[in-house]
């Protein structure tokens, strides 16, 4: 990887140019959605994204990594520095083949709705796109 990124934490998602949020409740218990959200194939439906591999093997933890290509131009990188089995992940991009980012990073929060049978995902992503204003 050419370009390697500052190592962010949860303070830069209060400091993003760009922080999207969202919020959905899921009909599936945190425990199958957080084995969907740890699987290969989590990114199967987003067109963005036609490569992933985790460059850690199993169980995952903390300073887990896993590559994706983006739009078939940019390859990053991305390390959890969270990693609360069943209940919450956060990853940075640590490292990009092309110059195309100056911060990104995710936050995954899963609480038990229905005594179990359901879920409330929070999801959350910061992002500073390089050049936009403010990054």
Same mark, same amino acid.
């Given at each position: &990887?050419?370009?390697?990124?500052?190592?962010? =934490?949860?303070?830069?998602? !209060?400091? !993003?140019?760009?922080?999207?949020?969202?919020?959905?409740? +899921?009909?599936?218990?945190?425990?199958?959605?957080?084995?969907? +959200?740890?699987?290969?194939?989590?990114?199967?439906?987003?067109?963005?994204? =036609?490569?992933?591999?985790? +460059?850690?093997?199993?169980?995952? @933890?903390?300073? !887990?990594?896993?590559?994706?290509?983006?739009?078939?131009?940019? @390859?990053?990188?991305?390390?959890?520095?969270?990693? =609360?089995?069943?209940?919450?992940?956060?990853?940075?991009?640590?490292?990009?083949?092309?110059?195309?980012?100056?911060? *990104?990073?995710?936050?995954? +929060?899963?609480?038990? *709705?229905?005594?179990?049978?359901? @879920?409330?995902?929070?999801?959350? &992503?910061?992002?500073?796109?390089?050049?936009?204003?403010?990054?």
């Amino acid at each position: &990887m050419a370009y390697k990124l500052p190592l962010i =934490d949860d303070a830069f998602f !209060a400091t !993003a140019p760009l922080v999207v949020p969202a919020v959905v409740d +899921l009909d599936a218990p945190p425990a199958r959605v957080w084995e969907v +959200l740890g699987s290969d194939e989590m990114w199967s439906w987003a067109p963005i994204v =036609d490569e992933l591999v985790w +460059l850690t093997s199993r169980p995952q @933890t903390v300073g !887990a990594t896993r590559r994706l290509r983006l739009f078939k131009v940019n @390859t990053i990188e991305e390390e959890f520095y969270r990693w =609360d089995e069943g209940r919450r992940a956060t990853f940075r991009v640590t490292r990009q083949t092309r110059p195309m980012l100056e911060g *990104l990073a995710e936050d995954f +929060l899963l609480d038990r *709705l229905d005594g179990g049978a359901r @879920t409330r995902l929070t999801w959350t &992503m910061a992002i500073a796109p390089k050049g936009l204003p403010g990054s």
